[in-house]
């Protein structure tokens, strides 16, 4: 089987690439975050600090966590409910933030990431796929881009959502969301030591999908 890792700070658009990428190999796609986001919106509903470990790992036992594609497009299912949309508020980005500091919460969803790519080619994003979660994965890309830029893209895309939020507020989530993902005792967010930096800072979508889709082509073939 042949794992793809990429890795990267919030908005740096890994899964919107890592879809197209996944859909232009035949790679089954798996998007961790989705999975930690799920987490953290359980938290929230459940009315649990999501920063305080105790409280969230009481909670696991209670989480059923599936993954389910139609038309190509991963869906979530939190307990049996699709959550795909529901997860992808800045309420619930900063709650799987907190949660995804947790070690008990990681050694949750380890076992599950690795088994998925243990049965099939997968292509799979995150914040530690190619350090701790697949570091033996053939390809491991870092994914990144300047701050104000990931936040320019994630405000139009909440804007075009019809999300009340400015660009200042988004900002200054990213640089939180950062500074939590980088500092955290568990698996905090970097690159490998054999990743591939892509920097998409001034690129458009077309053009950073074929800057990822030449390092994956150069170390697998195809």
Do not use: W
């Not at 088994?115 to 350090?131: E, F, K, P, Y």
């Amino acid at each position: 089987m042949i794992a793809i890792a990429i890795d990267g700070p919030s908005g740096a658009g890994k899964s919107t690439l890592a879809r197209r990428l996944a859909a232009q190999l035949g790679y089954v796609y798996v998007d961790t975050g989705a999975m930690y986001r799920s987490i953290g919106l359980f938290a929230l509903r459940a009315g649990a600090d999501c920063g305080d470990e105790e409280s969230v790992a009481a909670l696991l036992p209670e989480i059923s966590l599936e993954l389910a594609y139609e038309d190509g497009a991963q869906h979530i299912l939190l307990n049996g409910e699709d959550v795909s949309e529901a997860i992808r508020t800045p309420e619930v980005a900063m709650a799987a933030s907190a949660v995804s500091a947790h070690p008990s919460v990681r050694a949750f969803l380890l076992d599950a990431q690795r088994s998925l790519a243990a049965r099939q080619n997968v292509l799979m994003d995150g914040r530690d796929i190619g350090t701790v979660i697949l570091p033996h994965a053939q390809v491991k890309i870092f994914l990144t881009a300047a701050p104000e830029e990931r936040a320019r893209r994630r405000y139009e895309e909440l804007a075009a959502k019809g999300q009340s939020v400015t660009y200042e507020e988004v900002l200054d989530d990213v640089r939180l969301r950062d500074y939590n993902d980088t500092h955290r005792a568990a698996a905090p967010l970097k690159a490998a030591d054999d990743a591939v930096l892509v920097d998409t800072t001034g690129l458009t979508f077309d053009e950073s999908f074929e800057k990822m889709l030449g390092v994956i082509r150069a170390r697998i073939g195809g």
